[in-house]
């Protein structure tokens, strides 16, 4: 069963999280809070109805102290002007950069995405299985199953994004 | 729940669930729709048993296969791995590196998934990922990385030298990439080939996967190639 696991964030603030069963829910809609045991949902009266940028699906691989994983997500601008993430960082690893992996000449390449990632409004970066990734390396304890890997992404506009990723097993 | 039906695996026909409503309203439609949906599903499985006989394997087949080259590995064990004492089995082989974020853990996944759908029958594949590494990656790091994934896999770190003489006789390539301004130097990544080797139990490479096979697929090819 698909799980969305979202966080939003205004000003640096956490806003909230919503994690639902139900694919394509919106988040801000509702004053309050409803929590089940599979849907969790919670926005503040004073917020935009919809947040101007929003992290979904984050996850994680597990991995072993030490080593190096990679952290997925979609980042989606509802903004109306375009955003570039400038930087990513986890504190619980040393480095977390943005990667992207490619088959060229049947040979596995992977390319460090240094330079702005601009999304323009109504845009999503994608970062998904056998294409861009987050590299998180130097893990400073083991992910397991169940886990969530607190992940900092660094805006054009000043905006950080507090990003909760779940980490899966294999 | 929609399922790939291919050689070995079941067919899987989803109930319609509008079926209630033709069944009150119109009994006699709901037969005549029944026995062309038995006569449909009929067809298509004589299809599937028909080609499943001489259907290709998944992945890219070696038009023709070739001896596997040597690969003889001291393990972390201290033990030698040699490629050719597993003659009689299946054995895939996939070179990566375990600080690979993204496609060495999707490929040992998709094997994880293909060998525990095998059950039994898993016990004649062996299943060896080996380092393309040397710089980082050591015999006891690469073994658990490998058997992380699942206790039986093998996870083989080669010396530089020995390294070299294998790629040679692979024929495969891999090389460090550039590392990003300011990153640490011990942070670069690794070319590696993107293709996983099947050994056949004659000990000759038959086929390569991609990595976007399919654990499906791949499970469908060890059980006929057993």
Not at chain 1, 2 to 31: K, P, T
Not at chain 1, 146 to 155: A, K, R, V
Not at chain 2, 57 to 73: C, F, K, Q, W
Request: charged share 15%; proline share 7%; aromatic share 6%.
């Amino acid at each position: 069963m698909m799980r969305r696991l979202v966080r939003f964030s205004a000003g640096g603030a956490v806003a909230g999280a919503v994690a639902s069963a139900v694919a394509g829910a919106v988040a801000g809609a509702v004053a309050g809070a409803v929590a089940t045991a599979v849907v969790a949902l919670v926005a503040c009266a004073d917020r935009p109805a919809v947040p101007p940028l929003v992290v979904r699906d984050a996850w994680a691989r597990r991995a072993d102290s030490a080593a190096t994983t990679a952290a997925y997500f979609v980042i989606v601008n509802h903004d109306t002007t375009t955003v570039a993430l400038i930087a990513a960082s986890s504190p619980m690893a040393e480095s977390a950069t943005l990667h992207e992996s490619m088959q060229m000449n049947n040979m596995v390449h992977m390319t460090p995405l240094d330079g702005p990632q601009p999304i323009a409004p109504g845009d999503s970066l994608v970062l998904k299985e056998g294409a861009k990734h987050l590299m998180v390396s130097g893990l400073k304890r083991a992910l397991v199953a169940g886990d969530s890997l607190p992940i900092l992404l660094n805006f054009s506009d000043g905006r950080v994004l507090h990003v909760s990723a779940v980490v899966r097993a294999p | 729940m929609a399922r790939r039906a291919g050689c070995g695996a079941s067919l899987v026909v989803e109930r319609n669930p509008r079926r209630t409503f033709y069944h009150m309203t119109h009994p006699r439609l709901l037969r005549l729709l029944s026995a062309l949906g038995a006569a449909a599903v009929a067809a298509v499985a004589a299809v599937a048993a028909a080609s499943c006989r001489d259907a290709p394997l998944h992945g890219v087949a070696v038009a023709d296969p070739y001896p596997a080259p040597s690969l003889a590995v001291t393990m972390a064990s201290g033990s030698r791995y040699v490629l050719a004492a597993d003659t009689g089995k299946l054995v895939l082989l996939y070179f990566g590196y375990t600080s690979c974020p993204d496609y060495c853990p999707m490929m040992l996944r998709d094997w994880k998934r293909a060998k525990e759908s095998l059950g039994a029958l898993a016990d004649g594949v062996r299943f060896v990922f080996v380092s393309v590494d040397p710089e980082r990656d050591t015999p006891a790091g690469t073994d658990a990385y490998a058997r992380r994934y699942d206790p039986a896999f093998i996870g083989l770190a080669p010396l530089q030298a020995e390294l070299d003489s294998i790629k040679t006789a692979w024929n495969v390539t891999a090389y460090k990439e550039a590392v990003s301004p300011g990153a640490a130097a011990n942070r670069y990544s690794v070319a590696h080939p993107a293709h996983a080797f099947l050994v056949n139990r004659a000990g000759r490479v038959q086929v390569m996967y991609p990595p976007e096979t399919l654990w499906q697929d791949l499970a469908v090819d060890l059980k006929r190639m057993r």
